[in-house]
């Protein structure tokens, strides 16, 4: 198989995950998905995103309960995922919202290309909006107008790995 078929593959095998063992992802594995956040293409090569790598636990179920706050429930929005990678980008970049979109799809595809399941997990937008989330960054040393575009969960996958559902007909149309 050429190496442009095992990135198609990837892309069409990738999901969701939600549900995931407690098993901390080595760092170096992290470190590779990261890096391919980094290479998301970018509004004119402006690199408006930051990712926040969270392997600390104290301050995962920080965020874990913060972002559960913010949806009104009492359980781990994070579905026990014990990585996660906070994408946030720089408001001042009029593409800011899809550089950090293209950033959550690397690190997701990453994930999978390297046996990690992954999840998008919102509501970063409103977390790093409050005052607890405007402290996390400052005691980080970022500075500057962020919102956050989401989380990116990190684990392995506890039980059967999804499939894909049909793809809908009405998906494309061509115009030859």
Known sequence: MSSENKV????KTRRSIRKYKPDMVPKEIIDQIVEAGTYAAT???R????IIAVTNKEM???LSRMNAAIMGVDSDPFYGAPVVLIVLADRSSANYLYDGSLVMGNLMLAAHALGVGSCWIHRAKQEFESPEGKEILKSLGIEGDYEGIGHCILGYVDGDYPQ???RKDSWVYHID
């Not at 690199?47 to 930051?50: A, N």
């Open 8 to 11: 198609l593959e990837s892309i």
């Open 43 to 45: 509004g004119m090569n």
């Open 47 to 50: 690199q408006s995103p930051i």
């Open 60 to 62: 995962r179920d920080r």
């Open 164 to 166: 894909a559902a049909e």
